[in-house]
């Protein structure tokens, strides 16, 4: 088996599981079983590792609310991951975190955020600690449509730019802010073109197609690597559900629902490799059996795991106890 | 032992920071190349290059958040942000990003790193270049909150809240730069939470910040004309707050007062307050009187008739002798 095609596979691996994770998540998520709220990043899975295949394992990300996939994607650990969503105490933020907030400096995950643009300028922290360090790694900053009109987004990549920081900006576009659509929001069609008032390059991509979003991250990645500075990636792409997990978006047809579903980058991603001859019937399905017996795995040692004692509630407030 | 300005001793502790770990840098509006619109940071351009001392756009939010990724991810910034009433353009990345990372990531991540702020009123610069926000900063878990009053405790706590794991807002004060004092030619540092008494005395504890520790000393000299002797002490640190030397005077003389150059309401000085009578009214002869500026936005032109003064205090002391 060529590299090649084992990356293709190891790609096409993770979109399933990203995908199978959020249904699993929606489903225990309305038996109450989870406190508080989840955002799924379904039908957007082309961008989380396409961008994610292009990076090392060192690398670093930041990401959104709507998270999980690019968690998934960097390879946090399932496990970890799930019963931090349940808010336990061996989730790899000691049940501190959630969905929202879930950080993962092993798997170079430095910080989703519940602040829509907040995570921004902290991405070009991280890529001004490489450059001021010299180790090699490259940041990618994931953020959304909405947080594009954040101030934070404007000041970062001017500094980003001058300062030619080893970053690549993702704006994930799936035309959504929270329960308003996009024209109400941006009066430009590519939010890419922004990139041009800061003195770098900028491209807008089909996110939906991995490949295509792939490519993209790895001349970004590339440039960055070498000094060249950033780049703004746009990966337009659809989100399938509401904001969060159980919104009944009345705010949005149903007509559009059923149409984003059209999109599909899994379906996409196995209908081309079934054509390369690199997937089959068999493939797909030891793939998909591997991966459900993973998050039953992670699963149950999500609903196993003890909660965070009330005595831990001090820790880590500061850096160091006093 | 030398005289040394209070803003050439924040200078001194940059230096000797930056000199000590490579992993510290200077990061802000107008600190390379003209060292600072009031000059803390002159010279360290020249001695430790652009890639250290860093200029920046006005752009608070990005300044901050880059600190606060770049301390996620190994260093030690120090921020300048040029008055303190700017820190309003970056409170989402004060309020939910640093002061949140260690807490809410389960402790993987660290954020040692400095905001150098100037406060207070005195140059005429009117409502927008001149509040004492530290009440607002001190409210937030997960932050350090500095205040130093003179050369010798600016420097050895600024170089302490450097070398802290923990994120510090260090407020510095503009009408406090120019004063001297003597500070030591050697290594020193003094520990965030250690309260000083600056003044000694049996019948009244003044617990004062920053600015208004000297206007206490003001005060005391008067009052000490009528026999009457105040105890002025300077918490130098808001947050975390030394309780034990508040507590400690107070069991002393019975009768407190607390000055703060920042509004009266809401302000550190009801915390302190509200911490003397929680735990242990029973020393307390008087109801504890608040000094502090009115409720009003800063006026660009009559500064004194706002600003808390040596008289303000000399009257709150006689208002406790008097036990009202």
């Known amino acids: ?322 | 032992m030398g005289e040394l300005r209070y803003i050439r001793a924040i200078t001194e502790a940059l230096r000797e920071e930056m000199s000590r770990d490579e992993r510290v840098f200077v990061i802000g509006e107008d600190v390379g190349l003209s060292g600072g619109a009031f000059s803390a940071t002159r010279g360290l351009l020249e001695e430790f290059g652009e890639k250290r001392v860093r200029d920046t756009p006005i752009s608070e939010s990005a300044i901050v958040g880059l600190a606060v990724g770049a301390a996620a991810a190994g260093l030690r910034p120090v921020v300048e942000i040029m008055f303190m009433d700017f820190m309003t353009l970056c409170m989402d990345q004060v309020i939910n990003q640093m002061a949140k990372i260690s807490y809410m990531f389960g402790g993987q991540s660290k954020v040692p790193m400095v905001i150098r702020t100037p406060c207070g009123a005195g140059l005429n610069a009117g409502p927008q270049h001149s509040q004492c926000l530290e009440a607002l900063f001190a409210h937030i878990p997960g932050l350090r909150v500095v205040m130093p009053s003179t050369p010798y405790d600016v420097k050895g706590l600024l170089k302490s809240s450097i070398r802290d794991d923990s994120p510090v807002i260090f407020v510095e004060n503009k009408a406090l730069h120019a004063i001297s004092g003597e500070v030591p030619d050697g290594e020193y540092t003094i520990p965030l939470g250690k309260g000083e008494i600056k003044r000694e005395g049996k019948d009244v504890t003044v617990v004062a910040t920053s600015r208004m520790v000297h206007q206490s000393l003001v005060a005391a000299e008067e009052l000490e004309q009528e026999g009457i002797h105040i105890e002025v002490i300077d918490p130098r640190t808001i947050n975390p707050l030394d309780k034990g030397i508040i507590l400690t005077s107070v069991e002393k003389t019975s009768r407190l007062v607390i000055v703060h150059e920042a509004v009266k309401a809401f302000g550190i000085g009801a915390e302190i307050s509200a911490m003397v009578c929680e735990e242990n009214i029973d020393s307390l002869d008087a109801p504890i009187i608040r000094v502090g500026a009115p409720f009003t936005p800063i006026p660009f032109s009559v500064e004194n008739a706002y600003l808390p003064g040596a008289q303000d205090i000399i009257n709150a002391v006689h208002r406790v002798m008097d036990g009202i």
């Open chain 1, 1 to 322: 088996m060529d590299t090649k095609k084992d990356e293709l596979i190891k790609m096409y691996t993770a979109m399933v599981k990203i995908r199978r994770v959020e249904e699993r998540l929606m489903e225990v998520f309305a038996t109450g079983v989870i406190p508080g709220f989840i955002h799924v990043s379904i039908g957007q899975e082309g961008v989380a590792v396409g961008v994610c295949s292009a990076l090392r394992k060192d690398d670093y990300i930041t990401n959104t609310h709507r998270g999980h996939g690019q968690a998934i994607a960097k390879g946090i650990d399932l496990k970890g991951f799930i019963a931090e969503i349940y808010g336990k105490r061996n989730g790899v933020c000691k049940g501190r975190s959630g969905s929202m907030h879930i950080a993962d400096k092993a798997s170079g995950i430095l910080g989703s955020n519940g602040i829509v643009g907040g995570g921004i300028p902290l991405a070009m922290g991280n890529a001004f600690a490489s450059q001021y360090l010299n180790d090699g790694r490259v940041t990618v900053c994931f953020f959304g449509d909405g947080a594009s009109n954040e101030g934070t987004f404007h000041e970062s990549l001017n500094l980003a730019s001058l300062w030619n920081l080893p970053i690549m900006f993702c704006c994930e576009n799936n035309e959504w802010a929270q329960f308003t659509p996009i024209e109400k929001y941006i009066r430009i069609e590519e939010i890419s073109k922004r990139a041009a008032a800061y003195g770098m390059p900028g491209i807008s991509v089909d996110g939906d197609d991995i490949l295509a979003v792939y490519d993209a991250a790895k001349k970004a990645v590339n440039r960055a690597r070498k000094g060249k500075g950033p780049t703004l990636i746009e990966c337009k792409t659809h989100r399938w559900f509401g904001h969060f997990a159980g919104d009944k978006q009345k705010y949005r047809s149903p007509e559009e629902i059923e149409i984003v579903r059209q999109y599909d980058p899994i379906q996409r991603f196995q209908k081309r490799l079934a054509e390369l001859n690199i997937l089959d019937e068999k493939d797909i399905d030891s793939i998909e059996q591997r991966i459900r017996w993973e998050i039953e795995q992670a699963v149950k040692f999500a609903e196993e795991s003890p909660s965070p004692e009330p005595s831990e509630l001090f820790d880590d407030v500061y850096g160091e106890e006093k």
